[in-house]
């Protein structure tokens, strides 16, 4: 019973708090990073380190900042953050590094990591934070993934992956034969389709499960209401008895 | 660089809403109403501007000599907040009129990716102290034409009959791919 009530709360959290196409956090670098799988995978990487690590931080330090200078605080640990993540990317996956180019600089400018911040980090658990910061990079991360699959499959027709190191391709498939393919999806207007496609999709899920829920409630306010005749019109059979 | 073929291109053709995906949270945020995107536009013209040109000089004059060039993405976020905090008290007390069109916008910006993107850029792309003057006016001038557009869409947008799924940000989303379309014809222009 825990187990499963455990795995619906993490799909749930993918789902219904994802914070791209639930709470449009983080919007820019979706947008503009998601034409492969391999930068999707590279810049997820690069949030869940950095989220996790400044989640970690801030909640140690939250109780010794005057809540007056917090937000220049928060913004130099995530700054400093993310300048060493982007030094190691460029050690050891430059290829990466010079594909995501700006983008890794601006992690630190992204919502979601200042938002959990504010939202969670500072008033709650290290350990606490340090999940919290895990949970939101997955489904960042996996926000990601989705729109980049769409994207290459229908651009280039290929599901491919390389080894971001040495750029060499571990894995390659064509799913749409050579001359099929869609280019529109790289382009910048496949960007923005994608993400309206993705994102109207959450609401119609959210929509439908209010629904259901609402519709529950009815069901049970009438199974009520019949209950309550009932015993009204069984009390008066017993009178007129 | 020729200063007008650079102008242009930051304006219309690399528009850093519909090209480079940045500045994505006031675009979707305050384009409900017209007048709103329009003082988060002058809002923004304003402190991307004065951001980026400290920036530059913050570069070139302290970081560059003292050998600490890695150190510009904390010393630029940290420029740019102080900045705006003080742009704000500036503002609040010479013109309260402006600060009450402005105000409520200059706070948002800190966290506007498009100031910290243009900072870095006019560094990256090696740019003189007269190339950054026009990229920084040139790009939040584009941010500011794309979001005024994109508002009086939006407007007429608010009365349309759209799937329940589709209403919000998804049909806005719809929106930008078309303009992103119309934008890209700017390409062949210089």
Redesign the interface.
Known sequence: MSESKKKRGFWSEMIYNNPVFGL??G???T??ITTTLNNAIGMGIAVIVVLTISNIVISLIAPLTPDEIH??VY??VI??L??VV??LMQAFTPELYSTLG?FI??I????II?GRAEAFACSNSVSDSARDGIMMGLSYTFSLLAMSLIRQVLGTGLLEFSNPATNQTIFSLRLIPAGFEIPVFT???????T???L???V??IK?NDEKKAAEAEKAKAAAAKAAAQATAASVKAKEAA | MNLLTLFLSALLINNVILSKFIGMCPFLGVSNKLSSAVGMGLAVIFVIFGASVLSWALYYYALVPLGLEYMKLICFILLIAAFVQFVQMFIKKTSPSLYKALGIYLPLITTNCAVLYVALDNITQGYTFIETLVNSIAVPAGFMLVLVIFATIRERLASADVPDAWKGNPIAFVVAAIMAIAFSAFAGLV
């Open positions: 449009y956090l919007i820019c670098s947008l503009a937000i220049p913004i130099v700054a400093t993310v300048t982007g030094m700006t600089d601006l630190v400018v992204n919502c200042l382009t910048q207007t496949g960007a923005f389709l993400f309206a496609l994102a109207a999709g609401a119609a929509n």
